[in-house]
């Protein structure tokens, strides 16, 4: 794919990618991966104002990840638009391993050379889960077969913190440092062009006006 900046001949593959809304372990800042999470109530409320706000969109497929909590917030918006929901294990989040469903802080006093080597080095995995250069292999493949089976189309996207990022990381072609870098909000929209005959264009990141 080019990196150069220039006029393009192709119209973009549109990638929406929608953050699942709040969980008990998002609110308590806990490692969520693969533990099948259900939404709060809030949660709820944030899929379906981001529903509504996507409603008049004019997309072509939803996609989630194959988890409850992706898998909630993207039936509101199935329904508002009228689409079946595909399930995508590629856009699956992170696995955690034996950190799942601990804090940060409970993570780091267990283990606090595992935690440090972590966040020096995307190589580096949780006990038992997967690095961020694994997911970002993942995801990369998850992105590259969506793009090629809905060329040119507007494709919902409800995944989770990590995928997203990779997706805008490998967009502004940053190191994968730079995963640590960006914050995500629950149910927060991302925008991101994927075009065939250039580079991809991120056109927003953590929008979060339905939520005010």
Request: charged fraction near 25%; proline fraction near 6%; hydrophobic fraction near 45%.
């Amino acid at each position: 794919m080019s990196t150069a900046w220039g006029a393009h001949d192709t119209e973009p593959t549109r990638l929406l990618l929608l953050r699942h809304g709040q969980t008990p372990w998002s609110v308590e800042r806990r490692f969520a991966g693969r533990e099948d999470i259900p939404l709060t109530e809030d949660g709820h409320a944030q899929a379906k104002a981001a529903a509504q706000r996507l409603a008049s969109r004019p997309i072509d497929a939803v996609v989630s990840s194959p988890l409850l909590r992706t898998r909630d917030t993207a039936a509101y918006a199935a329904e508002a638009l009228g689409l079946p929901v595909e399930i995508d294990e590629g856009f699956v989040e992170t696995d955690f391993g034996a950190w799942e469903g601990m804090t940060f802080a409970e993570a780091r006093a267990e283990a606090p050379v595992g935690v440090d080597r972590w966040l020096a080095d995307p190589g580096t995995a949780p006990p038992g889960g997967e690095s961020f250069g694994e997911v970002v292999r993942r995801v990369v493949a998850a992105r590259d077969a969506l793009v090629e089976r809905h060329r040119g189309r507007t494709v919902l996207v409800v995944s989770h913190v990590t995928p997203i990022k990779v997706v805008v990381q490998q967009a502004v072609l940053a190191p994968l440092d730079a995963l640590y870098r960006m914050h995500l909000d629950t149910a927060c929209l991302n925008e991101v062009d994927v075009f065939a005959d250039g580079p991809m264009v991120v056109r927003s990141l953590n929008d979060t006006a339905h939520l005010d």
